[in-house]
């Protein structure tokens, strides 16, 4: 008996000296988060920094600090991927690696992600308290957003421009550019005479917007089979700069960019199934570098998932309210 | 006692049967309720889109279709020979994007304008809330629809 209680002590103390070990030798495997230099972090005024430093930092940043068990493995392998994800998604240590319309359109997604209840994340804030974002840090951080994309539409700059643009356009109503854009979509007009889907305003940056769609996207509207769409439907974008008149209206100015989303289940499985393309200005150049896409479908994703990664159709209405014009 | 087991297990299997009725039945009318609503797209039929304009104190949103004979009066180009200018103005109600803030979108029509010029210049309405228009308002609504600058198309 005793030999045998000793044999099962020696077992214990064996396992547990091999958990020990494992535990030891599993600490050099993985890496570790480690915090890259900052390039340049978002310069905002002391209160939105603030709000950014404390909710935001700790995934979002080359500044995370962590607490001593996010460095052990394995937890620490979790904690990598999560703040390798985050900064992948949004950098406010690298902030300088983006131009002004990029970096806006970044603050503008972050505002939508807060407010859709998104970020922070709810795991995250139920350790961290502190991180909650309250209504008056949103309302800050609005004001923010809006204060990046203020420009006056009503400024005669922009309504000179629209002006040349346009005497020069109705000679012949031509433009140039065909280019590819980098995930190989080539730029198209078969939108011109597709059936316009929406019409949108965006206060973030004055834009006013046609979206077309074509005919499988537009019986997939009508069917609301959008959760997936139909592999054919293509919608395109058509953006204008936004002029005010003197009656408050919004109109199109200077032409901005045509943006197309090209259904092929297959051929941009990466991205869910969308292809994204955008080009920009008269000459269509085509935008981005190779690998563009990800930012495209990452907010996509998040934020349009209900209507199968696509933003702008129509709201629903109730059907008694549907072409009552056409059945008079 | 193995009798009143049975029993009972007769009546949980009845208990389960209507759950699941129950259930067939919300599930079903929910179904109903989701076929309530649908999502509006106009028929432009071969007229095309020529311009839009977002009217910020109402929230509507107006797209102004035409055919290239009223393209080109617009843009000042009138073609000579050719007849039977055709002009379509939707205004839409717009309602703000429920997945993204800052932006809103069309939800529903609320009145279809239609301006036709042949020898003569024919006007007409139709209003989802229809109010009488005098002459006045009529010659008003065929000047702006007809005097809408073209958005620059690419």
Known sequence: MKIAGST??????IAFALILLLGIAIQFFGNTVKNPPV???????PQVSQIIERSCYACHSNETKLQWYDKVAPVSWLVNSDIKKARKAMNFSEWDKMNPAEQQAKVWYMLNMIQAKKMPLKTYTALHPEAVI????????????????????????????????????KKDQKTTGTAKSPNGITYFDDWKSWDVINTTYRQDGNTIRIIYGNKAAVAAIAQNKIN????????????????????????????????????DANRF???????????????????????????????????????????????????????????? | MLKNNWTSIKINIMKSKILFLLLGILIVSCNVNNEKTAREVYTANRLKAITTAYNKKAATMEILYGNDVALNNLIGRPDTKANGA?????TWKQHPDPNWHYVNGNEEVLSVETVTITNITNYNVEEQQPHAKTNTEVNDRISYITGLRPAVMP
């Open chain 1, 269 to 328: 499985k990466n991205t869910e199934g969308w292809g994204f393309a955008k080009f920009l200005s008269l000459d269509k150049k085509p935008y981005g570098e190779p690998g563009f896409d990800n930012a495209c479908i990452s907010c996509h994703r998040n934020l349009a998932k209900d209507n199968g990664y696509v933003f702008d159709i129509p709201l629903k209405i109730n059907r008694d309210k549907l072409k009552w014009y056409a059945k008079k």
């Open chain 1, 228 to 263: 997936p769409w139909p592999d054919g439907a293509i919608l395109a974008k058509v953006v204008w700069n936004e002029v005010q008149d003197k009656n408050g209206y919004a109109r199109p100015g200077t032409f901005n960019n045509v943006q197309v989303m090209v259904r």
């Open chain 1, 134 to 169: 309250t209504d008056k840090d949103i309302n800050v951080l609005e004001n923010y957003a809006l204060s990046l994309s203020a420009t006056n539409p009503a400024d005669t700059v922009r309504e000179n421009a629209a002006n040349r643009e346009y005497n020069n356009w």
């Open chain 1, 39 to 45: 390039t340049g972090k978002i310069a905002a005024p």
């Open chain 1, 8 to 13: 099962l002590f020696t077992r214990i103390v």
């Open chain 2, 86 to 90: 055709i002009y379509k103005l939707i």
